[in-house]
């Protein structure tokens, strides 16, 4: 694993809980979880082979990381029921794009 890799997956983890704890400080827990299952969408990445590339950009590139979905996840941002997982997608998205290119 380089250090890359493992910085990316801690801010994965770390944003969302940053945010719940900033934002939702009373419901801590439940918005740390419902923001963390944006880590789901990563499964995509077992649909191709090497399942991780430390030089191949997720966004654009995996089923659940394309460009045509991503206003859904805003979509699911905006709506109270559906706030948090949706702020997780979102995190996750832009974390995954400031991959890209850093």
């Known amino acids: 694993?380089?250090?890359?890799?493992?910085i990316h997956m801690l801010l994965?983890?770390?944003?969302?809980?940053l945010v719940a704890a900033l934002f939702y400080r009373e419901q801590f827990m439940r918005a740390?979880?419902?923001m963390l299952a944006g880590l789901a969408i990563d499964a995509d990445h077992?649909?191709?082979?090497?399942i991780l590339d430390?030089?191949?950009?997720?966004?654009?590139?995996?089923?659940?990381?394309?460009?045509?979905?991503i206003?859904?996840?805003?979509?699911?941002?905006?709506?109270?029921?559906?706030r948090l997982v949706g702020l997780g997608l979102v995190i996750?998205?832009?974390l995954d794009w400031i991959d890209c290119y850093v």
């Open 1 to 6: 694993m380089t250090l890359s890799f493992a």
């Open 12 to 17: 994965h983890v770390g944003v969302p809980l």
């Open 32 to 34: 740390s979880l419902l």
């Open 46 to 50: 077992l649909l191709v082979r090497p």
């Open 54 to 69: 430390p030089w191949r950009c997720s966004v654009g590139f995996h089923l659940l990381h394309q460009y045509w979905i």
């Open 71 to 82: 206003p859904f996840y805003v979509f699911l941002a905006l709506f109270p029921k559906t």
């Open 92 to 94: 996750h998205i832009i």
